[in-house]
């Protein structure tokens, strides 16, 4: 009882990935496959099958932060400015180091240079300034967002844990493998996908059929494209990958251009149909606030080795049943 298996603009091209950093030789995309590379920023020509791409989009982005804070006073934006690293303007946090003639810079800096910044005295051998960290304990330091809308203050132990889940972060771009260092709101994500990924193809509807073609190509290859319904994008992924010398797995996930908030909303299915089985996940998608890695590192999607793969695939391409829906609250 499978589903009638779209063909044509369902299929989601192979895009190449770069090469993990010890071993795999690196993987060669045939001359066929569009890769996410070769549609970089400067290419031409809308393919003219290019999905549609209707709905309002990621919707509202930032939203509440949590907790926030009171206006801050003059006296505190003076106390916090002491911290200030002359180089980058980030603060100086413990463990606090200065030069011989007791300038600060923060340790970011510091491993970068060979002199203090402020006078060219020298920095080692290293002092602590245990006073300075006293008082940095007793400060409430603003988010490293904050000129972007978050007005979290925190002490500084919390801070670096804070900023990894910050929704004011910028977000980075969702598509797998490191290539695109593109980095922007929320509200700018689609249309940097539309313009610099334009081999990502869209399909409309809640139920649709994510075809990956060419599963046996070698090394680390990563198939994307995009699902649109209920007014929102989502970006499906299949990703191949040798997390063990050897043992090949494919990780199949789905993530919402939007936020965590928006993406406790729905919930997606991936099945795997065919020769009287069937592979089911079911989860609920990830935003792209959190990216693909985390969740195929700790195997939080739909994972299978290529034995499997091939019970479901067909001629080397592999369909897999995507469904959407939303879940009330
Ligand atoms: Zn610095
Ligand atoms: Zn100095
Ligand atoms: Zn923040
Ligand atoms: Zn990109």
Redesign the pocket.
Known sequence: MSRPSSTGPSASKPCSKPPPPQHAPSPAAPPAAATISAAGPGSAAVPAAAAVISGPGGGGGGGGGGGGAGPVSPQHHELTSLFE?P??F?Y?LPPILQCQAGHL??N??RQKLSCCPTCRGALTPSIRNLAMEKVASAVLFPCKYATTGCSLTLHHTEKPEHEDICEYRPYSCPCPGASCKWQGSLEAVMSHLMHAHKSITTLQGEDIVFLATDINLPGAVDWVMMQSCFGHHFMLVLEKQEKYEGHQQFFAIVLLIGTRKQAENFAYRLELNGNRRRLTWEATPRSIHDGVAAAILNSDCLVFDTAIAHLFADNGNLGINVTISTCCP
């Open positions: 690293c180089v980058c980030d100086v810079v923060c970011q800096c």
